[in-house]
């Protein structure tokens, strides 16, 4: 959850790898930190917050030199402190880390009783350490770096500078991503891609147990047995474009603005409008398939559930869902026999990883639906359905969501198809609405208006409630899950039919309730439920299509109207107002949208 980068550039490397730690905060901005050698000694600047305050120092105290490290830190051992920023110095040895070092006490135990003084309170600085005493015993550089890689245990992405070797970084992934960029007669690592954007689009990404040399001229790269290895270099498309945030305020903005074009991408992916038949690569066979296993976290999850409504729906084909910290540890009863599927938009979520590669060692068949078609979870599964939005900044999901549960129902589509549960006839009117559901979420954001000064109201409230059935509690969940995430306020999620099981003693006068009800065939039911709420002075903000609104029971505070549409992609066209009620009631708050305080884009430890 942190972002690393390093430079071997024949230009200034400190306003170059600021450029690089832009693009990464989204991985966490708690402090950040750059090091690089003058003159062969290693010098830093790092400071706590966000990435101004360093380039703050920097502009007081300027690192001159052409090759560095530097560091975004999301913090997980030691205070967002200065002294817990990235990067850490021991003796020779500058290091920027990404992950956790979990035998790093023992590890530090062992170097205090040698001598060594520690600095700061991260598993982090052990690494610079081990590699400085192995330096300090003799070993060469390479040797020094290799060595010290075999004593630890947990997850990393590093990259290292070692005094006196200049022009040189050493890198290694075990667990979160690391990438090699290749400039012209300059090299650069970065945690993704989009780290190393601004320099190149010619990269090589690192496999698990990877290390590597990267000097001007290139990289030697070796395995986890030391043996040397070839990578292939790929050219990957330039996503300079999408780092701008046009005439928005917020990256959260645009992209849900974005959600109309990019749910046309990703379903032109698997349907094909000229036959208006499914298209979804994988070879997957529906028709023999007894069960689907579904792993994710957070937003990812919710899409999932949302995919098991569906797939249960149309395809008559059972479908679990399970957050992943829960799966990967209860020792759940599997079988070979089920296709596991992880959902993710960043591919590297630690807990999804673990969960997908429990599910394979089961001998389970495995797919990923990912945006980052490059992450570790898409190069480890048998099928990969991407979901094309493109990169998504905003720590709070928006157009991954709705792009997940585009994949999601065009999959339930074609396994109905393939199980013999639709005919070609019905297929074909199935596809033609998902179809139209990007002109439909494009309607739905209209509401924006309505929204805005619903969350005038919204932001001054203490706690939230999020209501609705069927598909539609899944998006209660994802509501509340979005509410919470950048305004801070707490919410929850419920299914509506549960709220007499308990929460309807959460309901007075002072909490907005948030009832998601198109006019289906859960209708009547949420609005028995509105009725509810309303008899004990809840105030329903009642979230409805033209039909509904028709039928609503008198006394909500707000009804809003997103489009009709059939029920298959309700999920889709109900999102935007939920998403857009988050972040105006976040801006209203003044909280900083794009970076929620304690959040970071990829969870890339558990
Ligand atoms: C969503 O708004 C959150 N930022 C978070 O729940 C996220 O969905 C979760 O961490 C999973 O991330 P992934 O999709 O990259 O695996």
């Given at each position: 959850?942190?972002?690393?980068?390093?430079?071997?550039?024949?230009?200034?490397?400190?306003?170059?790898?600021?450029?690089?730690?832009?693009?990464?905060?989204?991985?966490?901005?708690?402090?950040?930190?750059?090091?690089?050698?003058?003159?062969?000694?290693?010098?830093?600047?790092?400071?706590?917050?966000?990435?101004?305050?360093?380039?703050?120092?920097?502009?007081?105290?300027?690192?001159?030199?052409?090759?560095?490290?530097?560091?975004?830190?999301?913090?997980?051992?030691?205070?967002?402190?200065?002294?817990?920023?990235?990067?850490?110095?021991?003796?020779?040895?500058?290091?920027?880390?990404?992950?956790?070092?979990?035998?790093?006490?023992?590890?530090?135990?062992?170097?205090?009783?040698?001598?060594?003084?520690?600095?700061?309170?991260?598993?982090?600085?052990?690494?610079?350490?081990?590699?400085?005493?192995?330096?300090?015993?003799?070993?060469?550089?390479?040797?020094?770096?290799?060595?010290?890689?075999?004593?630890?245990?947990?997850?990393?992405?590093?990259?290292?500078?070692?005094?006196?070797?200049?022009?040189?970084i050493f890198a290694t992934r075990n667990g979160p991503p690391l990438v090699v960029g290749y400039g012209d007669g300059e090299m650069f690592v970065g945690s993704d891609a989009l780290a190393v954007g601004p320099?190149?689009?010619?990269?090589?990404?690192?496999?698990?147990?990877?290390?590597?040399?990267?000097?001007?001229?290139?990289?030697?790269?070796?395995?986890?047995?030391?043996?040397?290895?070839?990578?292939?270099?790929?050219?990957?498309?330039?996503s300079a474009a999408v780092m701008e945030k046009g005439n928005y305020r917020h990256f959260m903005e645009?992209?849900?603005?974005?959600?109309?074009?990019?749910?046309?991408?990703?379903?032109?992916?698997?349907?094909?409008?000229?036959?208006?038949?499914?298209?979804?690569?994988?070879?997957?066979?529906?028709?023999?398939?007894?069960?689907?296993?579904?792993?994710?976290?957070?937003?990812?999850?919710?899409?999932?559930?949302?995919?098991?409504?569906?797939?249960?729906?149309?395809?008559?084909?059972?479908?679990?869902?399970?957050?992943?910290?829960?799966?990967?540890?209860?020792?759940?009863?599997?079988?070979?026999?089920?296709?596991?599927?992880?959902?993710?938009?960043?591919?590297?979520?630690?807990?999804?990883?673990?969960?997908?590669?429990?599910?394979?060692?089961?001998?389970?068949?495995?797919?990923?639906?990912?945006?980052?078609?490059?992450?570790?979870?898409?190069?480890?599964?048998?099928?990969?359905?991407?979901?094309?939005?493109?990169?998504?900044?905003?720590?709070?999901?928006?157009?991954?969501?709705?792009?997940?549960?585009?994949?999601?129902?065009?999959?339930?589509?074609?396994?109905?198809?393939?199980?013999?549960?639709?005919?070609?006839?019905?297929?074909?009117?199935?596809?033609?609405?998902?179809?139209?559901?990007?002109?439909?979420?494009?309607?739905?954001?209209?509401?924006?208006?309505?929204?805005?000064?619903?969350?005038?109201?919204?932001?001054?409230?203490?706690?939230?409630?999020?209501?609705?059935?069927?598909?539609?509690?899944?998006?209660?969940?994802?509501?509340?899950?979005?509410?919470?995430?950048?305004?801070?306020?707490?919410?929850?999620?419920?299914?509506?039919?549960?709220?007499?099981?308990?929460?309807?003693?959460?309901?007075?006068?002072?909490?907005?309730?948030?009832?998601?009800?198109?006019?289906?065939?859960?209708?009547?039911?949420?609005?028995?439920?509105?009725?509810?709420?309303?008899?004990?002075?809840?105030?329903?903000?009642?979230?409805?299509?033209?039909?509904?609104?028709?039928?609503?029971?008198?006394?909500?505070?707000?009804?809003?109207?997103?489009?009709?549409?059939?029920?298959?992609?309700?999920?889709?066209?109900?999102?935007?107002?939920?998403?857009?009620?988050?972040?105006?009631?976040?801006?209203?708050?003044?909280?900083?949208?794009?970076?929620?305080?304690?959040?970071?884009?990829?969870?890339?430890?558990?």
């Open positions: 959850m942190c972002g690393i980068i390093g430079i071997v550039g024949s230009s200034e490397a400190a306003p170059r790898l600021i450029e690089s730690l832009k693009r990464l905060e989204y991985r966490g901005y708690d402090s950040a930190g750059v090091a690089a050698q003058v003159n062969g000694v290693l010098e830093r600047r790092r400071a706590p917050g966000k990435l101004a305050n360093l380039e703050a120092v920097l502009a007081a105290e300027p690192l001159r030199a052409d090759t560095g490290i530097g560091h975004t830190r999301w913090a997980t051992h030691g205070a967002p402190t200065e002294r817990n920023a990235h990067p850490h110095i021991a003796g020779r040895v500058a290091v920027v880390h990404n992950g956790i070092i979990e035998n790093f006490a023992e590890l530090k135990a062992e170097l205090q009783a040698k001598g060594r003084v520690f600095s700061s309170d991260t598993d982090t600085e052990v690494v610079a350490h081990l590699v400085d005493q192995n330096l300090m015993d003799g070993m060469e550089p390479l040797e020094a770096f290799s060595s010290a890689l075999k004593r630890l245990s947990g997850a990393y992405a590093l990259c290292v500078l070692i005094g006196g070797e200049t022009e040189i320099f190149t689009n010619r990269i090589l990404y690192l496999e698990d147990g990877d290390y590597a040399m990267v000097d001007h001229k290139g990289a030697a790269i070796f395995d986890a047995s030391g043996a040397a290895v070839d990578r292939p270099i790929k050219i990957v498309a330039s645009k992209e849900i603005h974005d959600q109309p074009e990019g749910c046309q991408r990703t379903i032109a992916a698997y349907v094909d409008p000229l036959t208006a038949k499914t298209a979804v690569p994988g070879g997957i066979d529906w028709a023999s398939l007894e069960r689907v296993q579904i792993v994710a976290c957070g937003t990812s999850y919710i899409a999932g559930v949302i995919g098991k409504y569906l797939i249960e729906k149309y395809a008559d084909l059972p479908v679990d869902v399970e957050i992943a910290s829960e799966f990967r540890y209860r020792e759940p009863s599997i079988r070979a026999s089920a296709l596991a599927i992880a959902m993710s938009q960043s591919g590297e979520t630690a807990d999804t990883l673990a969960a997908l590669r429990y599910c394979q060692a089961k001998g389970m068949k495995s797919a990923a639906v990912v945006n980052a078609t490059e992450s570790t979870m898409a190069r480890e599964v048998d099928v990969v359905w991407p979901i094309h939005c493109g990169p998504e900044i905003g720590v709070a999901s928006t157009k991954a969501f709705t792009a997940q549960v585009s994949v999601m129902t065009a999959l339930a589509i074609a396994a109905a198809r393939a199980r013999g549960r639709i005919d070609a006839a019905e297929e074909a009117r199935l596809v033609r609405v998902l179809l139209e559901s990007p002109r439909l979420i494009a309607e739905s954001i209209q509401l924006e208006e309505a929204v805005r000064a619903v969350a005038v109201e919204i932001a001054k409230a203490r706690d939230v409630l999020y209501l609705g059935r069927g598909p539609m509690s899944a998006l209660a969940l994802e509501g509340a899950l979005k509410l919470k995430e950048i305004s801070y306020i707490h919410a929850e999620g419920y299914a509506a039919g549960e709220l007499k099981h308990g929460p309807i003693a959460l309901v007075d006068e002072k909490t907005p309730i948030i009832i998601l009800a198109p006019f289906d065939h859960y209708f009547e039911k949420s609005a028995s439920n509105m009725s509810e709420v309303m008899a004990r002075g809840g105030q329903v903000v009642f979230i409805t299509d033209p039909d509904g609104a028709k039928h609503a029971p008198a006394g909500a505070r707000v009804v809003m109207t997103a489009p009709s549409c059939d029920p298959l992609i309700s999920p889709l066209v109900m999102s935007a107002p939920i998403q857009l009620l988050a972040y105006h009631v976040a801006v209203q708050k003044g909280a900083d949208v794009d970076q929620p305080r304690n959040l970071a884009k990829s969870v890339t430890v558990e």
